[in-house]
T-cell receptor, first 114, second 111 residues
Framework: ETGVTQSPTHLIKTRGQQVTLRCSSQ?????VSWYQQALGQGPQFIFQ???????GRGNFPPRFSGLQFPNYSSELNVNALELDDSALYLC?????????????FGPGTRLTVL | EDKVVQSPLSLVVHEGDTVTLNCSYE??????LLWYKQEKKAPTFLFML????IEKKSGRLSSILDKKELFSILNITATQTGDSAVYLC???????????FGTGTRLAVRP
C-alpha cells in the first residue's frame, strides 16, 4: 500500500448536488493530483495542487474545484453534479522537485450520480 | 494533443504464458513513461522509464523504452492468475506535470 488515503470509499448523489472528496498524501510528499477514471477508461487529469496552489489543470469545467491544506492533504469539490460525473476519483501524491517523481495513488472514491 | 495508445485492449492467456503489452505515445517535451497495474481501484506503480534502451526489471516483469520510435513494452513471463489486472501506461511531460494515461490493457490469466 502507498500510504495515500481517500475518503469516502464510495458514495451516491443525485443530479445537481454537490460533493467533497478527501485525500491524505503519503508522508513526505508535497503535491497532490486528482484524476477521474470513467468505466473502461484510463484516468483523466483534473488538476494538481502544490504548496496550497493549483499547479496545472486538465480539461474540466470550473464546477470542479480543489484545495490543498498546510499538511498537504487535499479536497476535490464538484458542484452541480451531472450523470457523467459518475466515476472513480483517484488522488495521487508525489514529491515535486526530485529527479524521480513518480506518483502514488490512493484507493479512490467511487462516485455514482443518479 | 498529447496521445497515449495501448495495445491490445484486452488479452486472455493461460498460466505460464509470456505476454507483451504495448504502449505508444505522442507528446511534446517528454520526460518519463510510467507503467501501473490496476486490480480493483488504486493503480500500483510498476516502473518509471526515462532513458531509451535501458531495461527495468522486477521479478517476472520487465519494461523497456524506445524514445526514437516513441513506444514502450511491458513483458510478463511465466504469468500467474495474480497477474490478472488492467495495465496502464502513462506519460509525463515535465517535472511535476500531469500524467497522460492510455486506456489500459485488460489481462486475464486463466489457470
Amino acid at each position: 500500500e502507498t500510504g495515500v488515503t481517500q475518503s469516502p470509499t464510495h458514495l451516491i448523489k443525485t443530479r445537481g448536488q454537490q460533493v467533497t472528496l478527501r485525500c491524505s498524501s503519503q508522508s513526505g510528499h508535497n503535491t497532490v493530483s486528482w484524476y477521474q477514471q470513467a468505466l473502461g477508461q484510463g484516468p483523466q487529469f483534473i488538476f494538481q495542487y502544490y504548496r496550497e496552489e493549483e499547479n496545472g489543470r486538465g480539461n474540466f469545467p470550473p464546477r470542479f474545484s480543489g484545495l490543498q491544506f498546510p499538511n498537504y492533504s487535499s479536497e476535490l469539490n464538484v458542484n452541480a453534479l451531472e450523470l457523467d460525473d459518475s466515476a472513480l476519483y483517484l488522488c495521487a501524491s508525489s514529491l515535486l522537485g526530485l529527479e524521480v517523481d513518480e506518483q502514488f495513488f490512493g484507493p479512490g472514491t467511487r462516485l455514482t450520480v443518479l | 494533443e498529447d496521445k497515449v495508445v495501448q495495445s491490445p485492449l484486452s488479452l486472455v492467456v493461460h498460466e505460464g504464458d509470456t505476454v507483451t503489452l504495448n504502449c505508444s505515445y505522442e507528446v511534446t517535451n517528454f520526460r518519463s513513461l510510467l507503467w501501473y497495474k490496476q486490480e480493483k481501484k488504486a493503480p500500483t506503480f510498476l516502473f518509471m522509464l526515462t532513458s531509451s534502451g535501458i531495461e527495468k526489471k522486477s521479478g517476472r516483469l520487465s519494461s523497456i523504452l524506445d524514445k526514437k520510435e516513441l513506444f514502450s513494452i511491458l513483458n510478463i513471463t511465466a504469468t500467474q492468475t495474480g497477474d490478472s489486472a488492467v495495465y496502464l501506461c502513462a506519460v509525463k511531460k515535465s517535472s511535476g506535470d500531469k500524467l497522460t494515461f492510455g486506456t489500459g490493457t485488460r489481462l486475464a490469466v486463466r489457470p
